[in-house]
C-alpha cells in the first residue's frame, strides 16, 4: 500500500477558501477508484509554519499511484482547482 500526503498553503486561508478546498478534495471519493481511502484535514493553528489542508491519500502500488496522477477526474477538476486557489504545497509518497 502507499501513503500519498500533499500539504496546500492557500492564497486565502479564510475558513470559507478551506472548507471549500476541503469538498474538492474530497469529491474524489467515489470518482477516482484507485482511492482506497481518502482524508482531508483543515489547520486551526494558523502559525506562521503552518500548512491549510492536507491531503492523505491512500493507494494499492506504485503503479496505482502513476496512474492516480493521470487519473482523468482529478487531473481535469481537483488539480486545476487546486493550483489556481493554492501559494504552495509539499507532498511524501511511501510504502506502508
Not at 471549500?20 to 482511492?35: C, H, P, T, Y
Not at 503503479?63 to 486545476?80: G, I, M, R
Amino acid at each position: 500500500m502507499i501513503k500519498h500526503i500533499v500539504c496546500f498553503k492557500l492564497k486565502d486561508n479564510s475558513e470559507e477558501k478551506k472548507q471549500e478546498a476541503k469538498q474538492i478534495l474530497l469529491s474524489m471519493d467515489g470518482k477516482v477508484d484507485l482511492i482506497k481511502a481518502i482524508e482531508v484535514g483543515t489547520d486551526f493553528l494558523s502559525s506562521a509554519r503552518s500548512y491549510d489542508i492536507i491531503l492523505q491519500v491512500t493507494l494499492e502500488n506504485k503503479e496505482a499511484l502513476d496512474l492516480y496522477q493521470k487519473d482523468e477526474y482529478h487531473c481535469n477538476a481537483v488539480k486545476p482547482y487546486m493550483h489556481s486557489v493554492m501559494e504552495s504545497s509539499v507532498a511524501v509518497d511511501y510504502e506502508l
